[in-house]
């Protein structure tokens, strides 16, 4: 990001290629409409290209990433009253070849289940597991993109984490 700062627009390239993929599932996993996830997530973008000049080197670029991303993800659910995570995106990947139509049915079902124990969580505890577990944050980089202490990320990630458990069947 300082070389983009500097005007380096392949060092914006770069980093865009390195964290669309997980930035965007993050977003989509988040509001679970495309559309509204392919215009949050390009928002979220263009406040980076805007903050260049003002980009100042406090935190992980990630963690300084997904705290844009969480400040414009809170503002639309303000707007709109939308809650943080109502499941994961239902479509199922193309299957691999000899694999079983049993086993794709078994692999859905247990994604919906885990959409529906995800959706059941807490707002707090969604967004902090999907950080954590899909933009593979650390919890001090949870931490300083949600503004809350490491201490409350970390019990946010515990309470996620045992719910889950639960409402899954792992012990």
């Known amino acids: ?19 669309k993929g997980p ?23 263009m406040r980076v290209i805007e903050a260049r000049g003002r980009y100042a080197v406090r ?8 705290t844009i991303a969480h400040h414009r993800l809170a503002d639309h659910w303000r707007k709109r009253g939308l809650k943080l995570v109502e499941a994961l995106e239902a479509d199922d990947p193309p299957a691999p070849r000899g694999f079983e139509p049993e086993a794709r049915a078994e692999g859905r079902q247990g994604l919906q289940r ?13 967004e902090t597991f999907l950080l954590h577990e ?36 792992d012990d």
């Open 59 to 66: 935190a992980k670029f990630t963690t300084w990433l997904y």
């Open 114 to 126: 885990l959409a529906a124990a995800l959706a059941a969580l807490p707002e707090a505890q969604r």
């Open 134 to 169: 899909e933009a593979g944050m650390t919890l001090g980089e949870v931490a300083a993109a949600t503004g809350v202490t490491e201490e409350a990320a970390k019990s946010r990630l515990r309470y996620a984490l045992a719910k889950l458990r639960e409402a899954l069947g």
């Open 1 to 19: 990001m300082l070389a983009y700062r500097q005007g380096d627009a392949g060092a914006f390239e770069a980093l865009y290629a390195r964290h």
């Open 23 to 45: 930035l965007y599932r993050f977003v989509l996993r988040a509001v679970k409409e495309r559309a509204l996830a392919e215009e949050l997530y390009q928002e979220i973008w």
